[in-house]
């Protein structure tokens, strides 16, 4: 069993920067694929940003393209989303997740992961 702990977030003019944090007690977190994903009000889970378990290859949704950074520490068993030029439709509650391995081939669906964080909110304010 993998226990995903976030930090980070809180309120931000638009135009701010946040950065999140998810991190786990794992020796093994290297071998974990990892992504982030967000859910407004009313509105399904989203995919935001994916990383493979070396950091080898990076994914963003387009919504976030240029905007939004994945990065892994496997020394410290953290993933970060580094978040700047930030719009009030970035406002959500965003999870990270991770799955044993590397990322599942349909790592864009939220289904497909096995480990979640606790969700952290992230506010932007116009």
């Known amino acids: 069993q993998v226990q995903l702990v976030q930090s980070g977030g809180g309120v931000v003019q638009a135009g701010g920067s946040l950065r999140l944090s998810c991190a786990t007690s794992?020796?093994?977190?290297?071998?974990?694929?990892l992504s982030w994903f967000r859910q407004a009000p009313g509105k399904e889970r989203e995919f935001v940003a994916a990383?493979?378990?070396?950091?080898?290859?990076?994914y963003y949704a387009d919504s976030v393209k240029g905007r939004f950074t994945i990065s892994k520490d496997n020394a410290k068993n953290t993933v970060y989303l580094q978040m700047v030029s930030l719009k009030p439709e970035d406002t959500a509650v965003y999870y990270c997740?991770?799955?044993?391995?590397?990322?599942?081939?349909?790592?864009?669906?939220?289904?497909?992961?096995?480990?979640w964080g606790q969700g952290t909110q992230v506010t932007v304010s116009s």
């Open positions: 990383i493979t378990r070396f950091g080898g290859r990076i």
């Open positions: 997740a991770a799955e044993r391995f590397e990322l599942p081939g349909s790592y864009q669906s939220s289904s497909e992961y096995d480990y």
């Open positions: 794992r020796s093994s977190f290297s071998w974990y694929g």
